[in-house]
């Protein structure tokens, strides 16, 4: 009996920042990479490879509809080969990489539907994974997690580490680790001979491991994107192919590998314009000031220095879009596709994928685990706002919000919003999220350019501007507006007498409309100006300006 199977690995992200260490993370990062790949050169293999002289005579083989990304999904003839594959793959996965959580779903059947599996993984997802070893009291635990100890960091000392941590170390130990395969993947293939990734943040680490920073101040921005729409798409796709009569098994490899093959693209893309040559020369190479974390299917998670995050974002995003289209119009010319098939994956597809993304600003010494639980909402609510903005089912824009952290506890973007960037009257500190124009998408209603706001940042940024009245006089609208207004009034007295009025009206009229006047406040009472001080004094820390 035929069986459909479905395998994804939840968490990834939070998974390689625990216990904020960045040889852990990058250990971690080509431990989860070797798990599942498109090359093949996976655990999956491994394990089919296994199984080999175990399998039922009758089995003819796996195919696989999805390779990429941390999932998994098999399509087989052989039920019980399948079953047999599920248990030792699950078995495998924990040894593999012990603490990383997944879901997983076996559907036997003829009509096995990729839909109902879908379905079934998502009510799966909200399910609390088990963990092992369990916690009893008394047990030690390990300082950086929190969780269960199960070993001393170099065998002895007091240094307790987890599993996980444990395994992690070992991969790197072996050479594995800090292979940079990840890394190496998104660097174009003339750049590769010649690049380092780091993998330590202290200043007595060796140049050719150490995060290149062009001064004492140490600012990072994790960056996540997401791709939009691409599950509800692939459902869609799923069930008018089989009221149609069609399978989706000879779509749904080749439109895996599409995609991933775009993203990664756009990734090499985003390097090539603003990571090469941004880094720090040592021994005829360079050490890149990046440090990929997730790139997988529509999905990636990157750590960059703070200054060449948000261009490369813009990058990402316009190169993702694009890339995506070429490789859909690439698969629609293959003539071995049917024609049903075709037809649904050009209008699904054809006009590309846009993406939503987020970036978080902050010290390098703040907790990667607590920042990316940040940064998801920070790039969730650039997915939300991009689907409210679409128009009918057609792409929705690409779209990126931004956060500068400040505070030494962090909470997720929901209350930020809340209690940080919504003052008296109703008022938001925030124009996020910013529009990364497309050729189909040169402007959306309600959402403002990242251009505008990168050139409101320069301006900030001028030798003689008069920051600091504009900073006070954003710091006070939480707190007093009347104040607040004779702040404003005296900061336009200073920009004016300065010469520098018809530059700021020149750029916040884009940014706020037309007919904006008094304060600078949007017809929906939100403002840039908290996100362009945040840009500059990203850019004036990295520059040791004060």
Known sequence: MAALYGFEAKSIQPFV???GKLADLVAASSLVD???????????????????????KSFEGFNYLRRTGGALFIRCEDGTALRMFRQAWTLGVQQWAPGLPFVDCLLTGDEAALKELMQQLAQARNLPPAAFPPLAPGMMRAARTGRPATAHRGGTGVDPVDE??????HFAVAGLGTSGDLGLRCIP?????????????????NKTERFPFPSDNQ????????GNRL??????????LKAAGESIEKVMPVLSRAIAVATQDAVQQAFAAHVVGKGLNVEEAEVVPARPIVVGGDDVTMLLRADIALDWTETFLKAFRQQTRTQVSTLLADATLPAASAELVKRLFGDGLSAGAGIVYASASMPFDQLHHLVEGVASYAKTEAKAAAKDDGVPPSLVSIYRVTASALDDFATVQDRDLTVSGGRILSMNPYLVPDEGDTSVSGIANVADLKGLANLLGAADFPSGPLRQYVGLLSSNAAEARQVWGRFLQMARRKGHQDNLNKMLR???GADWSDEPFDSGQRTPLLDAI??????REMSNEQ
């Open 34 to 56: 070797s798990l599942i790949n498109a090359e093949g050169t996976d655990c999956v293999a491994v394990t089919e490879q296994a199984l080999g002289p175990h399998l039922p």
């Open 189 to 205: 293939k003339a750049s590769r001979s010649a690049v380092f990734f780091p993998v330590n943040f202290e200043a007595t680490a």
């Open 534 to 539: 945040s840009l500059n004094a990203v850019m």
């Open 510 to 512: 884009p940014l706020l």
């Open 219 to 226: 600012v990072i921005a994790l960056v996540h994107a997401d």
């Open 17 to 19: 920042l625990e216990g």
């Open 164 to 169: 996980a941590t444990r395994t992690k170390r």
């Open 231 to 240: 599950g509800n798409n692939i459902i869609r796709l799923a069930t008018e």
